[in-house]
């Protein structure tokens, strides 16, 4: 994406905006302390740079039916590089898999999944996840509660000096 020389202004837009990203740029910029024509430039400038990857709603599981939070803990047979992007290119294509992290350690992956119910998650790790070529092993956890759910990243008011931040 490139360099962006990040000031203590675009940080302030950038902790506005992943608190609220519905905010209105008139609301933006009273709250970055600037007038709206610059905030709407650094806003175009900071999306542009990659530091913001985009918008969404926030949407609640439950309200939607999706009682079951899991976790997926997979080990790969090979870790060949293609295999790797093989096993990622397939979780892409599984709706109930909202997350995926590739790890060092024990196991491979750890993936995030959502689902209705206990029937439908397991349905999905016996039918389709432990179908997957590559795969060796999978353990499962099942998520009791959401202690704490905090999206983003900790945004520090101050810029990193000796360094301009890269976007990636």
């Given at each position: 994406m490139g360099r962006h020389k990040v000031d203590t202004v675009d940080l302030?837009?950038?902790?506005e905006l992943q608190s609220n990203g519905?905010?209105?740029n008139v609301e933006l910029a009273e709250k970055a302390n600037i007038t709206?024509?610059?905030s709407l430039r650094r806003v175009r400038a900071l999306e542009k740079a990659g530091f913001i990857r985009g918008y969404h709603a926030d949407l609640d599981p439950k309200s939607l039916g999706?009682?079951?939070?899991?976790f997926a803990f997979v080990g790969l047979s090979s870790q060949a590089d293609a295999d790797l992007k093989a096993f990622e290119d397939q979780i892409r294509a599984w709706p109930l898999v909202r997350e995926c992290y590739m790890l060092s350690g024990e196991v491979d992956f750890v993936l995030k999944?959502?689902?209705?119910?206990?029937?439908?998650?397991q349905s999905f790790v016996t039918e389709q996840l432990t179908a997957v070529k590559n795969v060796a092993?999978?353990?499962?956890?099942?998520?009791i509660r959401t202690s704490?759910?905090?999206p983003g990243v900790p945004i520090d008011r101050q810029p990193k000096s000796r360094h301009t931040i890269e976007a990636s």
């Open positions: 302030k837009i950038l902790a519905r905010i209105t709206a024509p610059p999706y009682e079951l939070t899991a999944c959502v689902a209705h119910d206990l029937s439908e998650f092993s999978v353990k499962t956890a099942l998520s704490k759910r905090e």
